[in-house]
C-alpha cells in the first residue's frame, strides 16, 4: 500500500520551529519499498522548496530513526551541492528490494530502510548524525538548531 505521509510533526520536536519557517521541506515519506506487496521498489524522502528563491542542499542530510527512537538517528542520504529552485522537488531513494514498480530517477540515493508504518525522518543542516531520538534522548538545543525539517509518521515519539 502507497503511504505518501506529508507533514504529520512529532509534537515534541514543535519547540525548533521558532520565529523561522523552513524554505526546504520533507513534501512526502514512502517506506515498505521492495516488500511483498509494495507499491514502489524503494523507500524514498521527497524535498520541496516552498520558497522565493534557490536553497543551496549541500551539506544537509536526510537522516532516520525507528518510531520509538531508542538509538540515534542515522545519515540516510547526504545531499550534493546543488540548488534546488522556488517549486522544485528534490527525491532521495533509500533502501531498495526485489517487489514494486520502480521509482522515477532519483536526484541522490541513500540507505536507510525506512519501516512501514511508523518512523521519522529529518533533514537535518549537518553532516553528523543526530545524537538524539525524541524518546529516551531528546535533542539538545545545539541539535535542535540544525534541524531544518522533521516528519514523524506512524506512531514516531
Sequence with gaps: MLRLISRVLAVGFLSFAGASQAQVV???????GGNTGATYNRDFVELFN???????????????SSATGTGNFSV???????????????????????NGAPLPTVDVSGT???ATAAGKVVLVNSTTALACNGGSTPCSAPQLALIVDLVGYGTAN
Aim: glycine share 16%; no cysteine; proline share 6%.
Design 26 to 32: 520533507i513534501s512526502q515519506v514512502y517506506g515498505a
Design 50 to 64: 516552498r520558497g522565493a528563491s534557490p536553497v543551496a542542499l549541500g551539506g544537509l542530510t536526510v537522516q532516520y
Design 76 to 98: 540516510g542520504a547526504t545531499l550534493p551541492a546543488v540548488n534546488l529552485s522556488p517549486g522544485q522537488y528534490y527525491l532521495v531513494g533509500m533502501s531498495s528490494g526485489a
Design 112 to 114: 536507510s530502510a525506512m
